[in-house]
Structure formats: structure tokens, C-alpha cells
């Protein structure tokens, strides 16, 4: 069984950064393309970014291109979101998925519990 486990959410003003993690157990750090998705209030969950296992491939959602930066830590199994230039439409309960092959365009799988972001004006 793999677990997923998000951290590192908080309240910030327009402007600031924030760093998310991402720590999976279960299986071995590099298997799996990652991913971060969100889901704001009343809205459907959407995409944010995703990395491949080997981490040579990223893509990310349009209006966070060139602000948000996904990396990852195979060896400590961690898969980050760094947040730049937070602005409040960005406010969402933030969900890391640990996809079932190594490819990005394999199934998000398995999902953390969520952490919420919230951008102030």
C-alpha cells in the first residue's frame, strides 16, 4: 500500500511563496510520476504540475507556469511544489498523487488527504 502525505500549507498574502511536500512510503522513490493537483471551493479538482520518475520531464498547468517549480528527492521519496508569486485565485486545498508507472502520462493513483493554501489580498 502506498501512503501520501502533504505538507507544508498555509495562509500568505498575495505575492509571497510557499513551499509544499510531498512524502510517499510504500514503494521506492524514483517507480512513479508525481503529480500536484487543487481544488478551490465550489470548483472541480484541476492539474497543477506533475513530474516524471526519473524527473526529466515536467509540465504544469498554464496560469502557474513561471511560478510554481516541481522537483523531487528520490532518495528521501519527496516531491516538492515551490510557489512563487502566490496570487489568491491560487487559493485550494492542494493534493499530491502518486501516479501507477513512472511516466506522467500514467493514472494519478494514489492520493494524499490534502493541504489547504490560502492567498490573501
Known amino acids: 500500500q502506498v501512503q501520501v502525505v502533504e505538507s507544508g500549507g498555509g495562509l500568505v498574502q498575495a505575492g509571497d511563496s510557499l513551499r509544499l511536500s510531498c512524502a510517499t512510503s510504500g514503494r521506492t522513490g524514483s517507480s512513479y510520476a508525481m503529480g500536484w493537483f487543487r481544488q478551490a471551493p465550489g470548483k472541480e479538482r484541476e492539474f497543477v504540475a506533475h513530474?516524471?520518475?526519473?524527473?526529466?520531464?515536467?509540465d504544469y498547468e498554464d496560469s502557474v507556469k513561471g511560478r510554481f517549480i516541481i522537483s523531487r528527492d528520490n532518495a528521501k521519496n519527496t516531491v516538492f511544489l515551490q510557489m512563487n508569486s502566490l496570487k489568491p485565485e491560487d487559493t485550494a486545498v492542494y493534493y499530491c498523487?502518486?501516479?501507477?508507472?513512472?511516466?506522467?502520462?500514467?493514472?494519478?493513483?494514489?492520493w494524499g488527504q490534502g493541504t489547504q493554501v490560502t492567498v490573501s489580498s
Open positions: 513530474i516524471s520518475g526519473s524527473a526529466v520531464i515536467t
Open positions: 498523487a502518486a501516479y501507477s508507472g513512472r511516466s506522467t502520462s500514467s493514472t494519478p493513483t494514489y
